[in-house]
């Protein structure tokens, strides 16, 4: 069956450092992999797109991987502050219907002092 | 800046109710999406349309109906609310790379 796999565990990192939060698939095929921030009693916000074809994309302190091979994303904070605490939600589109996505639940992360 | 925007931010009905939860986008993109969220389960994705009058059950339609008359407005149903349809429902439009825009949500409680 297809599944989305993100660490359900709160990632807690210190200011500064580099936060990495990953996502895992399997029997998918998906032409694109999408990031997202949740923020409590909030919609989710976009924040990257990565194709099948690209490697890595980056956007400001954002950088996303995107493996098919090993059917993985990492997502990375760089020099993470405490306002990027959030839930991050990783989402890609099912094989042949370009329009639907389908999300994991998310890795809440907590970034301190 | 698109904006999504959902007629209530909060919602509490009675069983057996029906409720009509609303969706407005201002970018006139043709695809809309209605999900609900639950904790440990997710956004699920209930109905969607990729134009006028036309939708598509999404992965949990039961019990719900969706309505698209106009291209920016987007209608979630529940004919007759039940208890296990409390929940955050949210609303989303698609841009032209796929990336979805989401409004506030609903959150929506049945008694």
């Known amino acids: 069956s297809q599944k989305i796999e993100q660490n359900s565990e709160a990632l807690n990192i210190q200011e500064g450092k580099t936060a990495t939060l990953t996502c895992n698939y399997t029997?998918?095929?998906?032409?694109?992999l999408q990031w997202y921030r949740q923020d409590p009693g909030r919609g989710p916000v976009f924040l990257l797109l990565?194709?099948?074809?690209?490697k890595e994309k980056r956007k400001e302190r954002l950088k996303v991987t995107f493996d098919t091979t090993l059917k993985q994303s990492l997502f990375h904070i760089t020099a993470s502050q405490p306002a990027d605490s959030a839930t991050y939600l990783c989402?890609?589109?099912?094989?042949?219907?370009?329009?639907?996505?389908?999300f994991g639940t998310g890795t809440r992360l907590q970034v301190t002092l | 800046d698109v904006k999504v925007t959902q007629s209530s931010r909060y919602l509490v009905k009675r069983t057996g109710e029906k409720v009509f939860l609303e969706c407005v986008q201002d970018?006139?993109?043709?695809?809309m999406f209605w999900y609900r969220q639950d904790p440990g389960l997710g956004l699920r994705l209930i109905y969607f349309?990729?134009?006028?009058?036309?939708?598509e059950k999404g992965d949990i339609p039961e019990g719900y109906s969706v309505s698209r008359e106009k291209k920016e407005r987007f209608s979630l149903i529940l004919e007759s609310a039940s208890t296990n349809q409390t929940s955050m429902y949210l609303c989303?439009?698609?841009?032209?790379?796929?990336?979805?825009?989401f409004g506030p949500g609903t959150r929506l409680t049945v008694t």
């Open positions: 970018m006139d993109h043709e695809n």
């Open positions: 989402a890609l589109d099912n094989s042949g219907t370009a329009s639907k996505l389908t």
């Open positions: 349309s990729y134009d006028v009058k036309m939708k």
């Open positions: 990565i194709r099948e074809n690209e």
């Open positions: 029997n998918y095929s998906p032409a694109y």
């Open positions: 989303a439009s698609m841009g032209l790379s796929g990336e979805q825009y």
